[in-house]
């Protein structure tokens, strides 16, 4: 059983940056892959970026390629999202979700726990 809990969401102004903690309870934490998803008003959750359980390999969405970056830190049991020119299309809810195994998954269901969401809105 993993518990994940996000923090480090708010309000920026387009071009400004924040940084996304997902702290993970659990011994088995290093087992898991980690990724982000983010859930728009009125649309779908989408994939935004993940990493392997090493940490070693991460993967991203087309829209925040250069923008965005995934970290982890194992002996904290925390992933990291830093985001940095923050556009207004931004905005939503973001989620840290964990599944079990070493590789990358970017499909919402191959994640087998999530966190429960922290809002960032990028004002425009």
């Known amino acids: 059983q993993v518990q994940l809990v996000e923090s480090g969401g708010g309000l920026v102004q387009a071009g400004g940056s924040l940084r996304l903690s997902c702290a993970a309870s659990?011994?088995?934490?290093?087992?898991?892959?980690m990724g982000w998803f983010r859930q728009a008003p009125g649309k779908e959750r989408e994939f935004v970026t993940a990493t392997s359980w090493s940490g070693g390999s991460t993967y991203y969405a087309d829209s925040v390629v250069g923008r965005f970056t995934i970290s982890r830190d194992r002996a904290r049991n925390t992933v990291y999202l830093q985001m940095n020119s923050l556009k207004p299309e931004d905005t939503a809810v973001y989620y840290c979700?964990?599944?079990?195994?070493?590789?990358?998954?970017?499909?919402?269901?191959?994640?087998?726990?999530w966190g429960q969401g922290t809002q960032v809105t990028v004002s425009s």
């Open positions: 979700a964990a599944t079990l195994g070493p590789t990358i998954a970017t499909l919402e269901k191959l994640y087998d726990y």
């Open positions: 659990g011994r088995t934490f290093n087992l898991y892959a």
